[in-house]
């Protein structure tokens, strides 16, 4: 993983020093509300509801295990004990003390870590692949490209103050596990018919109040160029986008209102101005810095495995052992390395929002990358997190360890495991709670037999129209609404995160809270009553459509 030189730890602890002075200035009264709030803002703090709240970057979702413990330590000190992973690989303290976050942030520097730009109008978080560098289906491991966004990105003074909030995703895989298609630039690495990398480019994703799918506006980048094209879109983005009305500032209504094609040319457009400025000597990425970058991203000395005697001592484990082959089937993943595999670790079990861990879990997912693998973390915009290079030789004594610290729940990729948003239990911004519908689906979907059987369905759940746990594109989305001071829920089916991307559609009037569990299990039902065989339940909704689902839903109503 990268690991930062003297320029990465003198401007994160300059930025410490920095905040630090202008919190206490804040305190004393010399910095109104009016002008503190874009400086915490970028500082990565927010107030929610009930205290503030602390986002902390995790760069493409990669984590040492040096720097889970110091989070662990970090939340004991200043927090209550856990933390939150959010659905971008970031993390969440829920309780801080506004006085004490200077310390946090000093805390955080100390292991290579920072709050910069974690919230406020700017290029935010670069997202990726949980399984880059390992997956089957990789084109080019994708983190080196996110490394280099990062830096590029990093305090950019050009584009500190944006008409509204920017994400960029970038996935190195054939399957898209990195919704780039939901953000404001997805890059997919591609090759050329000469072999050659580089990146498709799409531009105008998003969700929130008006979710779209991102359009293509390049087909092909060559790589040297990628920091000069996107220089390109943000500047057209900075001098074109709304400021006037912040539910209408984001790229992706720019990109709307003038079509893809119109955008696409005024990038093209900016573009070339940027690199026949100089000839295009200083807007390229040169090979020796992509090199540099691809360096600190190195394999590890994987060992032979003799695959025949692996594979049937797993059959032989999974055949003894039923809550084994469960795990193996839903939580493990074959990497492209023989004899290696990317083990899953759920953080939903049932009674526990989706993505909290205790400081206790966070030390021993340490001790877990630690001891079968390389000490490096992935978390997952599904909020989970990912432990790759676990020899399958290991993978039942790894098991046994996660299930003692609660962290072997087999549920990936199951209704249970569902995407949450913090809801109105903490968010100030929600209209209603999310945490106690995402418990009481989960208690009502308790039969793993049953669950198994449902297969692969991706149920999201958000507490407001920002959408934070990203229901427009779940197969099942739940949306919280508020109906005169009353928590309602609004159904929404056919969503879809993968590269064939679909926006979900409203099932019918908001149920209360009484109503929605029942209502997704009339859901459920239908699925299973009109399934073909091996279908899941994207594909039979999109075969028999809407009206049966809703006529089941809304019968007593009739």
């Given at each position: 993983?990268?690991?930062?030189?003297?320029?990465?730890?003198?401007?994160?602890?300059?930025?410490?020093?920095?905040?630090?002075?202008?919190?206490?200035?804040?305190?004393?009264?010399?910095?109104?509300?009016?002008?503190?709030?874009?400086?915490?803002?970028?500082?990565?703090?927010?107030?929610?509801?009930?205290?503030?709240?602390?986002?902390?970057?995790?760069?493409?979702?990669?984590?040492?295990?040096?720097?889970?413990?110091?989070?662990?330590?970090?939340?004991?000190?200043?927090?209550?004990?856990?933390?939150?992973?959010?659905?971008?690989?970031?993390?969440?303290?829920?309780?801080?003390?506004?006085?004490?976050?200077?310390?946090?942030?000093?805390?955080?520097?100390?292991?290579?870590?920072?709050?910069?730009?974690?919230?406020?109008?700017?290029?935010?978080?670069?997202?990726?692949?949980?399984?880059?560098?390992?997956?089957?289906?990789?084109?080019?491991?994708?983190?080196?490209?996110?490394?280099?966004?990062?830096?590029?990105?990093?305090?950019?003074?050009?584009?500190?103050?944006?008409?509204?909030?920017?994400?960029?995703?970038?996935?190195?895989?054939?399957?898209?596990?990195?919704?780039?298609?939901?953000?404001?630039?997805?890059?997919?690495?591609?090759?050329?018919?000469?072999?050659?990398?580089?990146?498709?480019?799409?531009?105008?994703?998003?969700?929130?109040?008006?979710?779209?799918?991102?359009?293509?506006?390049?087909?092909?980048?060559?790589?040297?160029?990628?920091?000069?094209?996107?220089?390109?879109?943000?500047?057209?983005?900075?001098?074109?986008?709304?400021?006037?009305?912040?539910?209408?500032?984001?790229?992706?209504?720019?990109?709307?209102?003038?079509?893809?094609?119109?955008?696409?040319?005024?990038?093209?457009?900016?573009?070339?101005?940027?690199?026949?400025?100089?000839?295009?000597?200083?807007?390229?990425?040169?090979?020796?810095?992509?090199?540099?970058?691809?360096?600190?991203?190195?394999?590890?000395?994987?060992?032979?495995?003799?695959?025949?005697?692996?594979?049937?001592?797993?059959?032989?484990?999974?055949?003894?052992?039923?809550?084994?082959?469960?795990?193996?089937?839903?939580?493990?993943?074959?990497?492209?390395?023989?004899?290696?595999?990317?083990?899953?670790?759920?953080?939903?079990?049932?009674?526990?929002?989706?993505?909290?861990?205790?400081?206790?879990?966070?030390?021993?997912?340490?001790?877990?990358?630690?001891?079968?693998?390389?000490?490096?973390?992935?978390?997952?915009?599904?909020?989970?997190?990912?432990?790759?290079?676990?020899?399958?030789?290991?993978?039942?004594?790894?098991?046994?360890?996660?299930?003692?610290?609660?962290?072997?729940?087999?549920?990936?990729?199951?209704?249970?495991?569902?995407?949450?948003?913090?809801?109105?239990?903490?968010?100030?911004?929600?209209?209603?709670k999310s945490i106690p519908v995402a418990e009481a689906i989960q208690r009502r979907f308790d039969d793993l037999d049953y669950v198994y059987d449902l297969g692969d369905l991706e149920l999201n759940i958000s507490g407001c129209m920002n959408?934070?746990?990203?229901?427009?594109?779940?197969?099942?989305?739940?949306?919280?609404?508020?109906?005169?001071?009353?928590?309602?829920?609004?159904?929404?089916?056919?969503?879809?995160?993968?590269?064939?991307?679909?926006?979900?559609?409203?099932?019918?009037?908001?149920?209360?809270?009484?109503?929605?569990?029942?209502?997704?299990?009339?859901?459920?039902?239908?699925?299973?009553?009109?399934?073909?065989?091996?279908?899941?339940?994207?594909?039979?909704?999109?075969?028999?459509?809407?009206?049966?689902?809703?006529?089941?839903?809304?019968?007593?109503?009739?």
């Open positions: 993983m990268y690991i930062y030189d003297q320029y990465d730890q003198k401007l994160v602890d300059e930025r410490v020093a920095q905040y630090r002075d202008q919190t206490n200035r804040y305190l004393d009264g010399q910095i109104s509300d009016e002008e503190f709030l874009p400086i915490r803002l970028q500082n990565g703090l927010y107030v929610q509801r009930l205290a503030p709240m602390l986002r902390i970057a995790i760069p493409y979702g990669l984590i040492s295990s040096r720097q889970l413990r110091a989070l662990a330590n970090i939340s004991r000190r200043f927090d209550k004990g856990y933390v939150h992973f959010t659905t971008r690989q970031n993390i969440q303290l829920n309780w801080p003390r506004l006085e004490e976050v200077p310390d946090i942030l000093a805390e955080l520097a100390k292991v290579q870590m920072h709050a910069i730009q974690t919230s406020g109008n700017c290029i935010r978080n670069t997202t990726t692949d949980q399984f880059a560098g390992v997956a089957v289906d990789e084109i080019e491991d994708p983190r080196p490209w996110c490394e280099i966004i990062r830096q590029w990105s990093t305090i950019h003074p050009e584009f500190a103050f944006l008409p509204r909030k920017f994400k960029i995703a970038v996935c190195g895989s054939e399957e898209d596990r990195a919704a780039f298609l939901l953000h404001d630039i997805g890059i997919q690495l591609v090759k050329n018919s000469n072999g050659e990398s580089g990146f498709h480019i799409y531009a105008g994703g998003g969700l929130g109040r008006t979710p779209v799918i991102a359009s293509s506006i390049r087909e092909y980048l060559p790589r040297q160029h990628l920091l000069s094209y996107l220089d390109a879109i943000l500047r057209v983005y900075n001098r074109y986008g709304n400021r006037d009305n912040k539910y209408k500032a984001r790229i992706k209504i720019l990109v709307k209102a003038w079509t893809p094609e119109v955008f696409a040319q005024r990038v093209e457009a900016e573009w070339q101005q940027i690199i026949s400025s100089d000839g295009g000597v200083n807007s390229e990425l040169t090979e020796n810095e992509v090199n540099r970058v691809k360096g600190f991203f190195t394999q590890p000395d994987y060992e032979p495995v003799d695959m025949l005697k692996v594979e049937a001592g797993l059959k032989a484990q999974a055949t003894d052992n039923l809550a084994f082959s469960r795990w193996l089937q839903r939580n493990v993943r074959d990497q492209k390395q023989p004899g290696y595999a990317s083990v899953s670790l759920s953080l939903k079990p049932a009674g526990v929002a989706p993505g909290d861990v205790t400081d206790g879990q966070l030390e021993s997912i340490a001790d877990l990358a630690e001891r079968f693998s390389n000490g490096e973390v992935r978390s997952t915009h599904n909020q989970n997190v990912v432990i790759a290079d676990v020899l399958k030789s290991a993978l039942f004594d790894f098991w046994q360890q996660a299930k003692v610290h609660g962290l072997a729940t087999p549920t990936i990729g199951t209704i249970n495991d569902m995407i949450c948003c913090p809801g109105g239990d903490y968010c100030s911004l929600a209209n209603a959408a934070c746990g990203h229901h427009h594109v779940g197969h099942i989305g739940i949306l919280g609404v508020d109906k005169k001071g009353e928590e309602w829920y609004q159904i929404q089916l056919g969503g879809s995160a993968s590269k064939q991307a679909a926006l979900a559609k409203v099932l019918g009037p908001s149920l209360s809270r009484d109503e929605v569990v029942e209502g997704i299990e009339k859901i459920i039902d239908v699925y299973v009553e009109n399934r073909l065989e091996g279908e899941a339940f994207l594909q039979t909704y999109q075969r028999v459509g809407m009206n049966k689902f809703k006529e089941r839903v809304y019968a007593q109503n009739a």
